[in-house]
């Protein structure tokens, strides 16, 4: 039986270790919360009640996806395609494409820029495989409009986030909700970890610093890596409710 992503596949290393997932993680907060279709998911209440869950949702999805056997991870595209379909058929309205397309290439980005933060940079050639495992994902979503290539999507990210992003009511609510959910001190270092691995314009519009305080931290956590301390780290980090999700999320690779 073969698998949606390969077996040697940077995808696989990059999805396989927790400290990673958490940096897409906190990027994509920082951007889900700039998206001006956001108000799609306040219609279910289900994001301003439980911002970290409805996230960790979005995350857990995509990773069970590249670690599925080929057949089973179909069927979670499927899935995914008819939560969302329920959600426009209780609207009375159709997500847009670009909607689609944002969550998509967020998880491209985030893909990137957490592993080089934490790990080494990708080579154009590993930066391509990322983009076309989630390109298949999209194509599996038939979402409309994908480029065909890394290189060809570059240019369309820049203009979706010139597009599609703006400060909202909605922004400032879930970053209350953020700092509601996680305490002022995890709040503060999510943060941190959003400055490392935003795009400009996302960091733009939060009105975010250029330094983070994490920045000299980050060697540091890499040791802590290598000396076996990183789960004490992260315990410090987390809620402790998430705890096993989070330890669930390390996959030896």
Known sequence: ????VKQDSIVRKIWGKSDTILFIFAGAAAEFALNKAVDWLYFTSKLPSDPLGRLFSTVTYARQIVFAPKDEAERAI????????????????RIPDWAYRDVLFMLIHYS???YELLEEKLSPEEKEEVYNVFL???QGMKIPGLPPSYEDWLPVRQAHMHNDLARSRYTEDLFRQYKKHLGLVRYALLVEAQILVVPKPVSRLLQFRKFSFLSPLVPLYKLSKWLKLDAFVKLLLLPQAYKKQIDALDVAT
């Open 1 to 4: 039986m073969s698998n949606f």
């Open 112 to 114: 990137i820029a957490a």
């Open 78 to 93: 499927d899935r995914i395609a008819s939560i969302h379909a329920g959600v426009e058929k209780a609207r009375g309205a």
């Open 136 to 138: 298949r994902v999209g």
